[in-house]
């Protein structure tokens, strides 16, 4: 039997299912939802409001756990382990940008950065300050400001920076570009473009079709199911 080379995937999620109760109904969420990214890959998932995409990134994320299925990052499980080791390797391998609630809002925008790179130990390679990551997000004069005075794309970029702050191999982006104007929403593409290139696994969940067309595969999920890929 021969050796497989395919590559393992930085993030794997298999077969998850998800359903909430509201008094006697039972609404599936997911359907048995497998999805993969490896290395240098930027995968888009697609689809209607209310479909799954959002409970399946808070999966992923180990933010909230599956009735079924599991998830695996760089090949270590993050379902169904107690909090704290859900938070260390969520801290030490994603970076995650949700549509709200990414800021501290009694930290400045550089603060919540050095908060988040607080929560991991620095290894032998250099990470990125503060303000260099600010400049790469197009904020490198907002470091003093506080969330509150942001404005909607400002915060998406500000979040986007916080995401990054320990340089993860996997990053979660839920609506990226939501609320950003077509100067940012280029820049914000680049970044996600050069995540890839230097090796690290990028999922989007989007409704652009300017996201979804940087991608290297779209996974389109209807009704908690994956419908095509």
């Not at 077969?15 to 509201?22: I, P, S, T």
């Not at 938070?87 to 925008?109: C, D, E, F, P, S």
Request: aromatic share 2%; glycine share 10%; net charge neutral.
């Amino acid at each position: 039997m021969g050796v497989s080379t395919e590559p393992v995937p930085l993030l794997h999620a298999s077969e998850l299912y998800r359903f909430f109760h509201a008094g006697d109904d039972e609404t599936f969420a997911l359907r048995g939802v497998s999805v993969s990214v490896s290395a240098g890959e930027i995968v888009a998932v697609v689809g209607p409001s209310g479909s799954g995409k959002s409970t399946l990134l808070s999966c992923l994320a180990g933010l909230d756990e599956p009735d079924g299925g599991h998830v695996t990052v760089a090949g270590q499980r993050i379902t169904r382990r107690h909090e704290a080791l859900r938070a260390g390797l969520r801290a030490r391998w994603i970076g995650m940008l949700l549509q709200t609630n990414n800021l501290v809002n009694h930290l400045t925008v550089a603060q919540n950065i050095q908060a988040a790179q607080s929560l991991v130990k620095r290894g032998t390679a250099p990470r990125q300050s503060p303000a260099a990551l600010l400049t790469d997000v197009g904020l490198a004069d907002r470091g003093g400001a506080r969330p509150s005075t942001l404005s909607g794309g400002e915060s998406a970029r500000a979040a986007l920076a916080v995401a990054l702050a320990n340089d993860p191999p996997v990053l979660l982006a839920d609506e990226p570009t939501g609320e950003v104007d077509r100067e940012a929403q280029v820049r914000i593409l680049d970044l996600l473009r050069q995540r890839a290139a230097d090796g690290k696994a990028v999922l989007v969940v989007t409704h652009s079709q300017d996201v979804a067309a940087a991608a290297d595969r779209i996974v389109r999920i209807v009704d908690g199911r994956v419908a095509n890929e």
